[in-house]
């Protein structure tokens, strides 16, 4: 065991040197069996996110999210992750810890291997993309730390190009309203809800209050074509730069209609959870928006990340309401977008991590190895 961890010691600390200089080395003892050996193990437990305001979608009212906290431990080290579980998503605390139940990691005494692990936790059942997200995030926060690295780096990113994150402003009264806008003066794009009656008006409450660009995430709140194209014209000229899911994700001839039309660019959010979702949306949408509770970690969204940029469609990348955990191993991925809606933290009043800041309205990524985060 002393000699293990002797050899974990070295390879950190080559890792910390430089990744160029170290990956060699690292590969190497890793083909000979010289990492530290023992088993790989997973912990969770539920815990319950409290939200700052009433979070009011298209279809739903909230004042928490549930989510469930993970840990993979191995070797002294411990990578963390979450499963974040809104509502409407259909995952809950109960079939979380259904399906991690199911996992049993032991089998494998190599945390490197992270293909072969998220493929064995990919097969145990279909969907549970959120737990299996957690099981991937905690894998990747363990890996980085044996690295010494974060995984942005890991990647060979550039933290200078991440985008500025959205805020995003809940639908609610007009005075409401204006009240967040207020509290929001630090972003300089602000993200708001659509899909309900009184679109327009929101939109101009908000443009009352601020002449920061707007993204609309319209949660496929719109049902026709010729109306939708009519309002992102009329969105254009109030200042909005994006729009999410404007209509229902079934109406896919629809979609490639509107977006051939669009003076504004649109992104896939609900059509488009895992990569080959990616595949079919092609000509559908100009982008899409990756999330890790979505496409079930950081491993899948890398590829789709990867992927989308190869078949010329832009990137955003977003989050569920979470802690800095989930938030933070997104943010790894934030230099390949355009956009990023990384806001999930800053709208619960219980975060158990410090990780990526929001600084100058810029999503700004810690150096701390893994996916960049700390507990509080
Ligand atoms: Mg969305």
Redesign the pocket.
């Known amino acids: 065991m002393r000699t293990s961890r002797r050899n974990f010691i070295t390879l950190s600390a080559i890792a910390a040197a430089g990744l160029s200089a170290s990956k060699g080395v690292a590969a190497n003892m890793v083909t000979a069996g010289k990492i530290p050996v023992g088993k790989i193990k997973l912990f969770f437990e539920p815990y319950n996110l409290a939200l700052a305001h009433v979070f009011t979608l298209a279809g739903s009212s909230r004042t928490s999210t549930p989510v469930m906290l993970t840990r993979i431990e191995f070797d002294g080290v411990t990578g963390f992750g979450e499963a974040s579980m809104p509502p409407y998503l259909g995952e809950t605390q109960e079939t979380a810890s259904r399906f991690l139940s199911k996992v049993n990691l032991t089998q494998f005494s190599d945390p490197f291997m992270i293909e072969d692990i998220l493929d064995y936790v990919d097969k145990i059942d279909e969907g549970n993309r959120a737990a299996k997200a957690s099981v991937d995030i905690a894998l990747h926060d363990l890996v980085g730390k044996m690295l010494g690295q974060p995984w942005f780096k890991l990647w060979g990113l550039n933290p200078d190009h991440t985008p500025n994150t959205s805020f995003t402003i809940g639908i609610d009264t007009a005075e409401v309203v204006r009240q967040k806008v207020q509290e929001a003066s630090a972003y300089k794009i602000l993200k708001v809800k659509l899909g309900r009656e009184n679109d327009k008006e929101m939109v101009q409450t908000i443009r009352s209050a601020t002449k920061v660009p707007l993204a609309v995430?319209v949660?496929q709140g719109w049902k026709e074509k010729e109306k939708a194209l009519e309002m992102i014209f009329w969105l254009k000229d109030m200042g909005v730069v994006m729009v999410?899911?404007p209509l229902p994700k079934e109406q896919t001839d629809d979609m490639a209609w509107l977006t051939a039309r669009s003076p504004l660019p649109i992104y896939g959010?609900e059509s488009v959870q895992r990569l080959p979702d990616l595949i079919k949306a092609s000509g559908l949408y100009h982008g899409i928006?990756i999330k890790l509770m979505k496409c079930t970690g950081m491993r899948e969204a890398f590829t789709m990340a990867k992927t989308a940029k190869s078949m010329g469609m832009k990137i955003m990348i977003?989050c569920m309401t979470e802690t800095s955990c989930a938030v933070s191993a997104a943010a790894q991925l934030a230099p390949l977008a355009e956009f990023a809606d990384l806001d999930g933290n800053l709208l619960i009043t219980n975060d158990l991590f410090k990780g990526m800041e929001i600084k100058n309205g810029k999503v700004t990524l810690c150096d701390l190895p893994g996916i960049g985060i700390k507990k509080i």
């Open positions: 995430d949660n999410e899911q959010d928006n977003g």
